[in-house]
């Protein structure tokens, strides 16, 4: 699974799909989950606040060629808090669908008084919690990780996942996060800051 999938996972409760998160919240980890795919990939990077593009070609995965197209076609906005509030609007339900057609959840909607609610149910508990086995055990053990699962790791602290999904201290994590190469550490705080911006009563 890609980074966003997993996040999307990790954000969800594992046998009913009801979020751990409030939606704004996830959103916007789901949209630097979906940029940190492309940083990954070496067609954007991150630097003082800004994303560009570096690299036009579009990648394999649909969805990422989207959002690409998206930084591509937009290039006056390189505010990357701009495009975390921007892409956190659709990232669920894209992401949701992009795991829905490779069979990992299923869409259920719910009709209310006034709207229409849509959750993403997952087909396998083992598969939907995976995510969080495998990043506990990688911390419980002490292992090396790779540079997805230590954004993914960075993405969880961000949006105060943390206590709901691990059992490590954030000192703990800051370390670890300490080891990404920069455009991820930008990306993970500019992620961090608009996060508390959302949460900051107004």
């Given at each position: 699974?890609?980074?966003?999938?997993?996040?999307?996972?990790?954000?969800?409760?594992?046998?009913?799909g009801k979020p751990k998160l409030r939606p704004k919240i996830a959103g916007m980890g789901l949209a630097a989950a979906l940029l940190a795919e492309l940083v990954l990939a070496n067609r954007i990077t991150v630097h003082g606040g800004a994303l560009s593009v570096q690299d036009r070609r579009p990648p394999a995965d649909a969805l990422a060629h989207t959002v690409l197209d998206q930084l591509i076609g937009e290039p006056e906005h390189r505010d990357v808090r701009v495009w975390l509030e921007y892409l956190g609007r659709s990232a669920h339900e894209s992401v949701g669908e992009r795991l829905a057609r490779a069979g990992v959840v299923r869409r259920q909607s719910?009709?209310?008084?006034?709207?229409?609610?849509?959750?993403?149910?997952?087909?396998d508990i083992n598969d939907a919690a995976w995510p969080t086995a495998r990043l506990r055990a990688l911390l419980d053990r002490g292992e090396a990780m790779n540079l997805s699962d230590t954004v993914l790791l960075g993405l969880i602290e961000a949006t105060g996942l943390s206590r709901a999904?691990?059992?490590?201290?954030?000192?703990?994590?800051?370390?670890l996060l300490a080891t990404l190469p920069p455009p991820l550490i930008e990306l993970i705080t500019q992620t961090e800051a608009t996060v508390a911006v959302a949460l900051t009563p107004r």
């Open positions: 699974m890609l980074l966003a999938d997993e996040f999307f996972l990790l954000a969800h409760d594992e046998m009913t719910t009709r209310r008084l006034l709207a229409t609610t849509t959750t993403y149910v997952p087909i999904v691990l059992s490590r201290s954030g000192e703990e994590v800051r370390r």
